[in-house]
């Protein structure tokens, strides 16, 4: 719960990069996913995105389903594949629809915390012309001891902004984003309104303990208004 003896600018909003600012997530998985198969791995996007959705490690995840799979993936597999990934979202790429007006008006203190690479958020916000407004504001989960599902990222955040965890809002769109916002003490709204939702994510995210879901990016600056002034 928000600190609401804190003033409306004392709030910092944090959000999640992938499927909340920029709507990569859909050309992300889908490229993977069509590696991960055609090694022989058989695995459901649905499953996919669920237990990929939000992880720094994506050498350990690839993997770990080829494991799973009885499949070896070959030395070079990870680094050709974020090649090909790379290409596909400088084809593909876009911010999420109303993304520029919402951050351009919104009044509270903002930053990113992604369980991106430094050098994947440098490209991708760049791609999307969002490297200005997070310039000196962008978090990775390789600054911190541990990925999400687990705080770190969220609380390293907090404390180079100077908030109090209490006080901070975070926008996140996968399972494992919120679990690692609601675990830092932060109050969370969920976003489902990139490519890649799929149907009942509403229900998983509200279940973690998100306080609202939305799917619209400009219903934000009115939804953390109404959190703050309740």
């Not at 719960?1 to 992300?28: H, P």
Request: aromatic share 6%; net charge negative.
């Amino acid at each position: 719960m928000l600190n609401r003896k804190r003033l409306q600018k004392d709030v910092l909003v944090i959000f999640d990069s992938d499927g909340v600012l920029i709507d990569s997530e859909a050309i992300t998985s889908r490229v993977e996913l069509q590696a991960l198969r055609s090694r022989g791995c058989r695995i459901s996007m649905e499953d996919y995105l669920e237990r990929a959705l939000g992880l720094s490690e994506e050498d350990l995840i690839w993997n770990t389903i080829a494991a799973e799979w009885d499949v070896v993936l070959p030395a070079n597999f990870g680094d050709r594949l974020r090649t090909r990934v790379s290409e596909a979202l400088v084809a593909e790429l876009r911010p999420i629809d109303g993304v520029h007006e919402v951050l351009s008006v919104l009044p509270y203190e903002k930053c990113l915390a992604s369980g991106a690479s430094p050098e994947r958020l440098e490209f991708t916000l760049s791609v999307t012309s969002l490297s200005e407004i997070f310039a000196g504001k962008c978090f990775s989960g390789a600054m911190v001891n541990q990925g999400k599902p687990a705080p770190d990222v969220f609380l390293f955040a907090a404390e180079k902004m100077g908030f109090d965890p209490r006080d901070c809002l975070v926008v996140e769109d996968s399972v494992n984003g919120v679990k690692a916002a609601v675990i830092a003490g932060m109050t969370v709204l969920g976003f489902t309104g990139a490519s890649h939702c799929l149907v009942g994510l509403e229900e998983k995210l509200m279940g973690l303990g998100c306080r609202e879901i939305f799917s619209d990016m400009e219903d934000l600056p009115s939804l953390i208004e109404a959190i703050i002034t309740a």
